[in-house]
């Protein structure tokens, strides 16, 4: 598949399920995993949307992720791959910053821009149309703070969008993420089993592990500071997962049979064996840009597994 046709992929994904999976079938703010307190996770029948457990659990996921950099009222943040820009919103009320959401779906630009407004936050966020693989809209040295939950996974070149963020940071400026991954190790013929199923149906291209994503980020010019997993304090996610696809094969059994069932189980159905079997897993990285400006010349990506 062409660098065109890829970006295309994940903009028809997002078209197709933003308004229903994601706002009305998950969280209507945040299109991320959760971290979930003991009795949070909704139960079986639950609306997520409405789900009290879920709201704490998204928030809470962008808490951890964001708290090593250390955002601070003044400083100007991006973040890349925004969604329908709940993090940003969120991080401009708690934090006092200046938000810059970018993202290559218009829908999504659209409402997040809606809901800021709606928040009172119109003059500190902002959000802007751009493919984060290919190129960063903004000045070299120009942003305290880059922030990247569940969006690289979707990136047709991950090296590249490492390489823009590092150039857009200040110096001692952090980028903080959290992306889908294989598990480090993985064989190839485990990847082709398990890895690679999931990602057509994700609009996913392809899954990092924490190995590669490294020298990524060492290649870009950054300096990790911290790369880590969540503990299990991220299973109930495989929980949903799970709760998702059982209700999608009642349906089915029942004698409801679309192709949108048929499409979203094998969406729910890859992802489910290959969490629950440890190939995929969440981690997140802090890394921060030591001297500011262009990283490198020549400096280069590694292949994905």
């Known amino acids: 598949m062409s660098a065109s046709d890829e970006k295309k992929a994940a903009e028809r994904y997002y078209d197709d399920n933003t308004p229903g999976i994601y706002l009305k079938g998950w969280n209507r703010d945040h299109i991320h995993f959760g971290l979930f307190e003991p009795g949070e996770c909704p139960e079986p029948g639950e609306v997520l ?8 659990a998204v928030e809470r996921m962008v808490e951890v992720i964001v708290a090593p950099a250390g955002i601070e009222e003044g400083h100007h943040v991006v973040d890349a791959g925004c969604g ?29 821009a809606g809901k800021a407004s709606e928040a009172g936050l119109d003059d500190r966020t902002a959000f802007e149309f751009a493919d984060c693989s290919l190129s960063l809209p903004f000045a070299d040295a120009s942003v305290d703070v880059v922030v990247n939950i569940e969006s690289a996974c979707h990136y047709e070149d991950r090296g590249h969008f490492l390489h823009e963020a590092s150039r857009i940071l200040k110096p001692s400026g952090k ?30 291209q392809g899954l990092e592990s924490q190995s590669t994503y490294s020298e990524k980020l060492r290649a870009a010019g950054l300096e990790i500071l911290e790369f880590e997993g969540f503990d299990g304090k991220d299973a109930d996610n ?60 020549g400096a280069e990506g590694v292949d994905r597994p």
Not at 178 to 204: H, N, T
Not at 239 to 254: D, E, I, K, P, W
Not at 265 to 272: A, P, V
Request: aromatic content about 8%.
């Open 84 to 112: 329908v820009g709940g993090t940003a919103i969120h991080l401009a009320r708690t934090r006092g910053c200046r938000v810059t959401g970018v993202n290559l779906n218009r829908m999504q630009l659209e409402i997040a």
């Open 49 to 56: 949307a409405d789900s009290p457990g879920l709201a704490r």
């Open 238 to 297: 495989l929980r949903l997962v799970g709760n998702a696809y059982n209700l999608l094969a009642t349906l089915q059994f029942s004698g409801v049979e679309t192709a949108g069932i048929r499409g979203l189980m094998d969406q729910f159905g890859t992802l489910y064996q290959a969490w629950r079997n440890g190939s995929f897993e969440l981690r997140r990285y802090c890394a921060r840009n030591p001297g500011g400006g262009r990283p490198p010349a």
């Open 175 to 204: 980028i903080v993420a959290m992306d889908w991954m294989a598990r480090d190790g993985l064989a190839s013929e485990e990847y082709d089993q398990y890895i690679v199923p999931l990602c057509k149906p994700f609009a996913v």
